[in-house]
Structures are given as structure tokens and as C-alpha cells.
């Protein structure tokens, strides 16, 4: 390539134009014009095959905080990575292909690979209070294989793997989608508005990936699902869709041992609880010092299965009158966040007699295995297992929501109002003990009622709304051009239809995190941009917030009054194909503490992610 | 006595309710004897460089394949009977936009290269009909930025104020819609490195000139469908964008849906209108600043200056459907062997913002084509009144389809030295026009939502 030196307006634009030439030159050599486009000579025919790989690099900016090490449950991501460590060095690829006929017929496919070298290495030692086991033992700075596989890698899956087509039913155009997909309805914004959406559940999300791996495109983070999607444009003012799924997934949270650990014993990769001090330990050699429920078989549906249950059916309607959009909404959803069972297979507080007379095995003094199931005197000695815990996911939740899509003073507004029936709410354990032990834990079950499917936990009928708005802002001294977006969240529990004795709102519950009648949480994104900084090169400030600012909601990750997180930082889109970001990113919330200092109970998630703060520094581009 | 009653005449249409007194029967008369049914001068001029109007380019040029989406240069053998560089410009300064004399100045690889002049304009005979009606009808309205009572064509062939001048390139003829070809935008920044900005499928549509549709159109009918699938660069595969633009941007705001890949869901986009830059143009272009002007005009004051002979790009087959982008878009400016100048009568129209009104460019002057009424070039000044940037318009006579083609654009911008072009078909298959248009639900954003891929 030729580039001309223009006329030397400055010493200094020279020198900068110099710079950039040189840097131009190889990027620009390094990358042409478009993705492999494989040329069939049928103009019929299109395949397509793009690949967008990423870099990220990030280290820990912010210390411990003792009060969360001092948690068992919480503490073993942060041990992972001690202060200033690297946290992620991670290379994530997507690959994508579509084969399309006429515009009208074919199929796509995309596939995602990972591997991250910071977790080779962690700084974990801590084993009395390390979660993850290994032949039953507890294992500080290890891996769970699950998490290994997700965190760690390398690895991969395929997301879309699905087929469509689009024609003519008469005079009405109807577009089918059959196999794995993600369509999205609503109209949330933000991530924290999709949870309080109509769309709540519709797919499952990747937080592991949106927490940690800042610039992941959604096409990422909604995790496409099995299942057949129908829309037909019946006017030119209605459109009508149905879908229906056979596939099932739960979300995928930062699994246990990762960076970002939501809680240690959580979910597929988390290993165990910790329950309480092992009052063996001492008196039986290598007993661990710390009892721990260890993580059974989830009550869920099967991945695959005809009679799920999940569909949805809507209808948007754009009259002319209203110069907008409303939609309408019906869904029967299976939940993507668990509640948890917990099955203790000891009790402290037993007398030998009755003991016995509930069908247990006394150990001595009050000590009781009261569900051989959950732990046997060999398992208790051995293992300090204390008993068994497992994940349920609610299902048959119906919702039925409206949303409204409009042009307001120039900005694109949303709205939506959502009702939800059998919804999953925020409850402690359910235990699940000897039915004579019933009575004895307000809101447990017996051994014998475990449901097959469902959960036993907190039901009930919640309301949520959200206003979102999105606007592009004409250049000003400050900068260029800036994008705004900002999502007001609301919602309301209407009343609990099962197990109110575990439900966090109710009259007894008086944790840091008990909930409120009403939540309101706000979260703004405003990014400035400054084009051609340097020749070639666009610089973009991307600034993120999102926080609960009232109430704690009802359901699960659903906000809590102020925890939040954060981000801000600089980033360079270079000739419109290669973008790098340097951000910190933090985490806020309260906890309450116990009278050691130790963190008791985090208020939301990102309570106690709250000194996880990191700078990332990341890589992007398709070709 | 002559004299009041012409004083009284002019006093009436002043304080009239803003609309201003439209063409008279004889005058309307003028079309299609002393001037073309579009309103040009039928003559050519004193010198002979712009021949009479003949009734445009009739025939299509040998080795053009009927079908094909490519269009063979009708000019193709001739020769630049003129050719300026910057020394030359200020002897030509007259005849020379603004722009184009910045760039002959600044760049000595800068090269104007004048070509015998053809008048190749010709629109069907139910748009010329419409556009006599129009003559004496058309009426604008709310101080010039709204119309009333305008046929499917062109509004005021005979223009008296500036706001008539430019409805007539907001509502120009320029076929009935593109079928979905595929086209690429390209930046070239200030080092001379040329990034591709974009590529898409181009499914435009000018709905109001289907010939099935008669009558009046009216404020909030949509002038303009604009359905764009992403292809290109790679990170945009599979976004798309629909864009609908209403006959009186004021009455009905334009109204945008992006298409959000991943979630295969539209979402409302706000307004992309004024001078919010164009992400897709590096900085260097407002939205208002696509294909030279559109949307809405009430931030200025529009005043007709005149008419005059002027070196504009015309008949631009060679830089629409040239096949390799690299080849045009050299550092600093157009490759000026690929683009074609002619001299031509144009109407000069500024605009002056209006002092409550906001936007970056104080002033804007256009070169409106006296044929095809297309603006062909434009020169934008900052707040200070210097020189900012400037438009022009490369227009090629579809003749397979009876309609003047000006959808390829390129803005350069003085401060940053980066330009933008627009609308290159050349590269892939050409350009390609729909014979009638699709049912009405495809524009609308269910069917984007519906038809996505990714």
C-alpha cells in the first residue's frame, strides 16, 4: 500500500500521523475486507464462516477483605487469587457458519472454544476451609472438574446448531427455526432488566462468560436452546410467534473455585457446603476440621425431553395510531436459578432415645445420624460429611407480561409489565429430614415427599416492570458522540403460594438480605467516543453502573439494595475491525458480619464480590 | 399604476398564511417547450459545452448484458476535453465547488477531469406528468419544511424559494427500489489507509413512486424504506437495520430498528437524524449528511441563489461499478481516473441555520442537478464559517430502468483528512432494482426480527 505524507500542518500531527503509519501498515496488511466467504459460483448459495477471537488479561487490584475469607462458603475463589495475581489469561474463540439457499433456506452452526492459563496455577492453600473435594477430601487450590472444564479449559461447545426456513403460508410469510437457537423476546436492555423481563428464563444466561470476560458479545451470553421457534407476519402491523422447547438448561453461574465465585458449593462445580465445626475433629485422626454437605444429584429436568413443558406464544402489534410497538406475552417456564435442599445426615442435639426411636443411630452423647442416606458413622469420621445438599429448579412458572416499544423526544423507549405465577422466590434451605422431624423446622419436608421435579422451596406470584431508554448524543465539547443506555428495574411480591416458612420476606426472616415487598435497581451505561484520535484509530470511553437502589427483590438475582457493579475504561476500535479495552471493573454490596468479623450474610451477589476488583485488559477481532 | 398593482401583489404573497403563491398557469407552460419536464433549461448553452436536453439517454450502450447489475459506461471511449489540477484552479474557480478547489489545493495528486457534457436524465412519463400537475398544485407549507398537495413526482419544477429547490431532491425520482445488492462503504483516514466501514444488502424502496399508487401523498406516508443486512465488516455479520423515513420528516419522524444479533429481537433505535455522526463514516459525516442531504430541513433557512454552470461528477459508471475498491480509494481523495466531471447547469441553494436552532454546520450551499434535480455536490461550514466539509454525489443514468441513480456518495472532511465513500457496487454484483414492490409487512421490523440468522 502507498501513503502519501500530508503537508506538514504541525510538527506534532506529523509525528503522530508518522506513528500511526507505521502501526497502520500492520494492522492494515494484517487484515482485508470481509470473512471467508467460500465462493460456490451459485449466486443461489451463500456460506459464510466468520471467527472472532478474543484476549484477556486481567489482575486482582484489589485485597482480600478478610471479613469474606473468614467465610468458608466464600472464600475459596478468593483464596484462588491472592492480592495483585493474574485472574484471567484467557483466549476465547467463535466460530460461526451459515449455509443459506435463496435467502429463504439453510442452517447455522457456531461453536465456542476457551482456555485460560491463570488457572494453572492457584494460590489457594487453605484446606480446612476449601470446598472442592477430591475422593471426598477437602482440597484447597483445586479445581472441580466441572469448573475445571469452564474456567480453565481448553475447551469448547457448540452454541447454535439449528436449521430454518422462511415461507409463504398463503399470503402470511411465517420463518421457522428447529435445533439449538437463542431468540430473545422483550424488551429488556441490560442484563440486571432481563431478569425482571418477560423473557425472564426464555434462555439460559452465561454469566461465568458476562461476568468475567468483559467485551463477550450477547450472541455469547444468551445460550441457545433446543427447540422449535415459529413467527408469522399475518399484517403488517402484527406479527405472531410461538416456540416450544426440548431442551433444558440452568444458568451458568462462575462456577466454584473460579475468580468470581458466587458461593463456593455452587452449582455444577461446587463440591460441598460447609456446615458447622466437626466436633470429631481431634479425636479422629484426618478427620477434616469442618463439616461439609456434600452436592447430590439436582432436581431438575432432563436436558433433553418431548414433554418439558417450556413454551411461549406473542403477539406484537404496531397500529399506526400508537407509532410504536405493544407486545404480548404468554409463557409456562422451567426456572435457570436454583433453590437448594439440604438433607443433614447428623444432628447434635439428639438424645440417644430419641435417637433410636425416629430409626437413627445414636454416636454418643446427643449426636444423631438421623438419615443414613445423607451420612453414615463411617462417612462422618471419615469424610466430616455431614449430610447431602442439592440444587431444584421451579417449574410450570407461568408469566404473562405487555411491553411497549416507542420513540420518545428522539430516544428509543421501553417498557415492560410482567405477572408471574409459581415463580421461584429467595428462601433459606429447605431441609429435608425424617418425617418425624417434620414438625420440629418450620417449612421443611419429609425424607420421603423429595419431589421429582419442582422445588419445595418459596412459590409465589411476583410482579416486575422495567423502563429502559437508549439515545445517541450529537457531539458536544466533551465528545464526539456518546451512546446512553439506562434500565429502571421494579418489582413486587404479590404473595406466597408454598412454603412461606423459608420464604426470605416473611414476617420471621431478619437476615441483612431479607426481602422487601419492593425493589427498584437502575442500571446506566454511557459511552463517549472520539473519532479518529488517530488516524485510523476511534477512542471510546465505555462506562458502566448498576445497582439495587431500593428494597431487596424476591427472587433470585434479582438485586439487592445497593450491590452492584461497575466498570470504566478506554477503548480503541482500530480501522473498524480491531478494538482494545483496558477497564476496572468492581463489585459492591454489604454483608452483615459475625461477632469474629467473618462475613455472615452477603446482601446480593455482589456483596461478596465486593474485593474481587480487577483491571482487564482485552483483545478483540473477527475475521 | 403597473407598479402598485405589482407592489400590492408582492405585499399579499408576504403576509399570505406562509405558503407561498405557487407557479402560474403560464408559466407552468414553460414545461416542455422552453424548459424540460423536470424543469431544466431545454437549451443548451452559448459556448456548446451543455448541449440541448434531447430527451435523455434513450438507448443502452453495447456490451451492457440486459439483466446484469453492472452497467457498462455509455462514455466509455471518450476522452477529458479539460483537465485541472491546482494550478489550474483558480482560472476555473467559478466553475469549481468550494470542496472541489480545497482538494485541488491541497493535493497535488488532485486531478479534475472534464468530459463532454451529456444530458442523460429521463424519468417515466407518469412522473413528468405528475410533475406538470405539481407546477402549478405544489404548495409548501409551515415556512418551506412541509408540503401539500404534491403528486408522485417531482414538486416544483419551476422553484421559486430555496425549500422548494431541495424538496425537489428530497422527493427525486430515483426508481422504485433496490433489490437487495450488495454494496460497500469505505474510510480513508488522514494516514491514507483505506477500512472497510460496510457492507450490506441494500433493500431500498421508494414506495410513493409505485405505479400502482395515484393521488396526493401525504405527511406521514413513508417516502423511503431503507433495509440494510450487514455482511460486512466481519464483527457485523448479521446485524441489520431498518430505516423508515416519512414524506414530512416533521409530521412523522424518521423511525430505525437495529436487529440485535444473538437475541434475534429488533430493538427501537433513537432518532439517527441531524447531526449525530455517522459511526459508519469515522467522524466525518453527519446522518443528515447521507446521499449529500435527507431527512428533515427545519433547522435551516433555505434561500434559492441562482442558477449556474458548474464541473460537477456526472455519469459516474466507472467509480459505482468499478470491481476493485482498492483501486478508488487512494490516500487523500478519489482516484481521479475513476471519476468522471461534466459540466452542467446546477441550482445553487444555501442554508443558513436558523439562530434557536443547533447543528455543526452553520452553513451548507448544494449544487442541485438542473436534470434530475439530485444534489450533486455540497460544501458544510463549521460554526466559524470556515470551510468543513464537502459532498458529492456520483449520478449514473440507470437506462435499463428509466431512472437517474445517485446513491453513491463521498464526504471529505477538511480537519480530520479523513473522506468517506459511499454506495460502491462494483465489487460485488452490481447494482440490481426491483421490478415491483415486496408485500408491505417486509418493512416492517417483525419481518427483520423474523428473517434474522444471527
Not at chain 1, 491472592?82 to 449455509?99: A, M, P, Q, Y
Not at chain 2, 495528486?109 to 413528468?128: I, K, N
Not at chain 2, 414506495?207 to 440494510?228: F, H
Not at chain 2, 459505482?320 to 487512494?330: G, L, Q, R, S
Request: charged share 15%; glycine share 10%.
Amino acid at each position: 500500500m502507498r501513503y502519501s505524507r500530508k503537508s506538514a500542518n504541525g510538527i506534532h500531527a506529523f509525528r503522530r500521523r508518522a506513528a500511526a503509519l507505521a502501526i497502520g501498515s500492520l494492522l492494515a496488511s494484517a487484515g482485508t475486507a470481509g470473512a471467508f466467504e467460500i465462493d460456490t459460483g451459485n449466486p443461489d448459495l451463500s456460506l459464510r464462516w466468520d471467527n472472532t477471537i478474543r484476549y484477556n488479561l486481567g489482575y486482582r487490584a484489589q485485597s482480600q477483605d478478610p471479613a469474606i475469607l473468614g467465610n468458608p462458603n466464600f472464600d475459596d475463589g478468593d483464596r484462588n487469587f491472592s492480592n495483585g495475581s493474574i485472574v484471567t489469561n484467557r483466549i476465547d474463540l467463535l466460530s460461526e457458519f451459515d449455509f443459506v439457499y435463496q435467502r429463504r433456506f439453510g442452517f447455522r452452526t457456531s461453536y465456542a472454544a476457551w482456555g485460560d492459563a491463570a488457572y494453572s496455577h492457584l494460590d489457594n492453600t487453605n484446606t480446612a476451609t476449601a470446598n472442592t473435594l477430591v475422593d471426598g477430601l477437602p482440597v484447597a487450590g483445586t479445581l472441580s472438574r466441572y469448573t475445571k472444564r469452564y474456567s480453565k479449559g481448553p475447551s469448547g461447545e457448540w452454541l447454535d446448531a439449528f436449521a430454518f426456513a422462511n415461507f409463504d403460508a398463503g399470503d402470511v410469510p411465517v420463518n421457522v427455526k428447529a435445533g439449538q437457537h437463542t431468540v430473545f423476546w422483550g424488551d429488556s436492555l441490560l442484563l440486571g432488566g432481563a431478569v425482571h423481563s418477560v423473557s425472564y428464563a426464555q434462555n439460559a444466561l452465561d454469566l461465568q462468560k458476562g461476568f468475567t470476560t468483559p467485551g463477550s458479545e450477547a450472541k455469547e451470553l444468551f445460550r441457545p436452546r433446543g427447540g422449535i421457534t415459529l413467527q408469522a407476519q399475518p399484517t403488517r402491523e402484527l406479527s405472531v410467534a410461538a416456540q416450544w422447547f426440548y431442551n433444558w438448561q440452568a444458568v451458568r453461574i462462575p462456577e466454584s473455585g473460579s475468580y468470581l465465585t458466587i458461593n463456593d458449593g455452587l452449582n455444577f462445580g461446587g463440591n460441598s457446603a460447609i456446615v458447622a465445626a466437626n466436633p470429631l475433629f481431634g479425636t479422629v485422626p484426618g478427620t477434616p476440621a469442618l463439616l461439609r454437605a456434600w452436592n447430590m444429584q439436582s432436581i431438575a429436568p432432563s436436558r433433553y425431553s418431548a414433554s418439558l413443558g417450556d413454551f411461549g406464544l406473542s403477539a406484537r402489534w404496531s397500529p399506526a395510531w400508537l407509532d410504536g410497538t405493544l407486545g404480548f406475552y404468554g409463557r409456562n417456564t422451567t426456572d435457570i436459578l436454583p433453590q437448594v435442599l439440604l438433607t443433614p445426615g447428623l444432628a447434635t442435639t439428639l438424645p440417644a432415645t430419641t435417637c433410636t426411636a425416629i430409626g437413627g443411630v445414636p454416636l454418643g452423647g446427643t449426636n444423631c445420624i438421623i438419615n443414613q442416606n445423607a451420612t453414615t458413622p463411617a462417612d462422618l469420621a471419615k469424610y466430616g460429611k455431614f449430610g447431602t445438599y442439592q440444587t431444584a429448579y421451579g417449574d410450570n412458572i407461568h408469566i404473562f407480561g405487555v411491553t411497549l416499544a416507542k420513540e420518545i423526544a428522539g430516544a428509543s423507549v421501553a417498557a415492560e409489565l410482567s405477572y408471574r405465577q409459581n415463580m421461584p422466590l429467595q428462601s433459606a434451605n429447605v431441609l429435608v429430614v425424617p418425617a418425624p422431624l417434620v414438625g420440629a423446622f418450620p417449612g421443611s419436608i419429609a425424607t420421603t415427599s423429595v419431589p421429582s421435579s419442582g422445588t419445595p422451596g418459596a412459590l409465589g406470584d411476583t410482579v416486575h416492570g422495567l423502563v429502559n431508554v437508549i439515545q445517541v448524543l450529537p457531539r458536544t465539547a466533551l465528545f464526539d458522540t456518546a451512546t446512553v443506555q439506562g434500565e429502571l428495574t421494579w418489582m413486587q411480591w404479590a404473595k406466597v403460594t408454598q412454603n412461606e416458612a423459608v420464604f426470605k420476606g416473611n414476617s420471621t426472616y431478619a437476615g441483612i438480605d431479607r426481602v422487601s415487598k419492593n425493589y427498584v435497581g437502575l442500571a446506566v451505561n454511557f459511552t463517549p467516543t472520539w473519532f479518529q484520535v488517530w488516524p485510523g484509530v476511534d477512542l471510546l470511553a465505555p462506562m458502566t453502573w448498576s445497582q439495587g437502589v431500593s428494597g431487596n427483590a424476591a427472587v433470585q438475582l434479582g438485586g439487592n439494595k445497593n450491590a452492584g457493579n461497575w466498570s470504566a475504561g478506554v477503548a480503541a476500535d482500530i480501522y473498524q475491525k480491531y478494538r482494545a479495552q483496558l477497564s476496572y471493573n468492581g463489585y459492591f454490596g454489604n454483608y452483615s458480619t459475625t461477632p469474629t468479623g467473618a462475613m455472615n450474610v452477603a446482601n446480593g451477589t455482589f456483596a461478596a464480590l465486593s474485593d474481587r476488583g480487577w483491571v482487564s485488559l482485552t483483545f478483540k477481532t473477527t475475521f | 399604476m403597473f407598479y402598485r398593482t405589482l407592489l400590492a401583489a408582492s405585499f399579499a404573497a408576504v403576509f399570505s398564511s406562509g405558503a407561498w403563491a405557487a407557479v402560474s398557469a403560464e408559466e407552468a407552460k414553460q414545461l416542455g417547450t422552453t424548459l424540460t419536464p423536470t424543469g431544466a433549461e431545454k437549451a443548451g448553452n452559448k459556448e456548446g459545452t451543455i448541449p440541448a436536453y434531447t430527451g435523455g439517454l434513450t438507448t443502452m450502450p453495447a456490451g451492457y448484458q440486459k439483466g446484469s447489475g453492472v452497467r457498462t459506461d455509455p462514455f466509455a471511449d471518450e476522452k477529458p476535453r479539460l483537465t485541472i489540477t491546482g494550478k489550474d484552479a483558480a482560472a476555473q474557480a467559478d466553475k469549481l465547488t468550494e470542496g472541489t478547489k480545497e482538494l485541488l489545493k491541497r493535493y497535488p495528486t488532485m486531478r479534475v477531469d472534464v468530459y463532454p457534457t451529456h444530458r442523460t436524465v429521463a424519468v417515466p412519463q407518469r412522473v413528468l406528468d405528475n410533475t406538470a400537475k405539481n407546477a402549478v398544485g405544489a404548495k409548501t407549507v409551515d415556512g418551506g419544511v412541509a408540503l401539500e398537495n404534491v403528486l408522485p413526482g417531482y414538486p416544483f419544477p419551476i422553484p421559486k424559494t430555496g425549500s422548494e429547490a431541495i424538496w425537489n431532491h428530497l422527493l427525486r425520482y430515483s426508481g422504485l427500489g433496490y433489490d437487495g445488492s450488495r454494496y460497500q462503504n469505505w474510510n480513508v483516514d488522514a494516514a491514507g489507509v483505506a477500512t472497510l466501514a460496510v457492507e450490506a444488502d441494500a433493500f431500498w424502496a421508494w414506495p410513493i413512486y409505485d405505479p400502482k399508487r395515484t393521488g396526493v401523498i401525504s405527511a406521514t406516508e413513508p417516502y423511503w424504506y431503507n433495509k440494510l443486512l450487514y455482511v460486512g465488516p466481519a464483527r457485523r455479520n448479521g446485524e441489520a437495520l431498518l430505516l423508515v423515513d416519512a414524506v414530512n420528516p416533521l409530521k412523522q419522524p424518521r423511525k430505525a430498528w437495529q436487529y440485535l444479533p444473538g437475541q434475534r429481537r429488533v430493538k427501537l433505535a433513537p432518532d439517527l437524524a441531524y447531526d449525530t455522526p455517522n459511526p459508519g463514516a469515522a467522524g466525518a459525516a453527519t446522518y443528515d449528511d447521507v446521499s449529500v442531504l435527507n431527512g428533515a430541513i427545519d433547522r435551516f433557512e433555505w434561500k434559492l441563489v441562482g442558477k449556474k454552470e458548474m464541473y460537477v461528477p456526472y455519469s459516474s459508471y466507472r467509480l459505482t461499478y468499478h470491481k476493485t475498491a482498492a483501486d478508488i480509494t487512494k490516500p487523500n481523495h478519489l482516484n481521479p481516473d475513476l471519476v468522471r466531471w461534466e459540466l452542467h447547469r446546477v441550482w445553487v441553494v444555501e442554508a443558513t441555520l436558523k439562530p434557536e436552532k443547533r447543528h455543526i454546520y452553520s452553513k451548507r450551499v448544494f449544487f442541485l442537478d438542473e436534470d434530475s434535480w439530485t444534489a450533486l455536490a455540497s460544501d458544510q461550514y463549521d460554526a466559524r464559517g470556515q470551510l468543513y466539509r464537502s459532498s458529492f454525489a456520483f449520478q449514473s443514468y440507470s437506462y435499463d430502468v428509466q431512472a437517474p441513480f445517485g446513491d453513491t456518495f463521498a464526504i471529505y472532511d477538511f480537519s480530520s483528512g479523513v473522506y468517506n465513500i459511499s454506495g460502491l457496487f462494483g465489487p460485488h454484483n452490481g447494482l440490481k432494482y426491483m421490478a415491483e414492490l415486496p408485500r408491505d409487512s417486509a418493512w416492517s421490523p417483525e419481518a427483520l426480527a423474523g428473517a434474522g440468522l444471527r
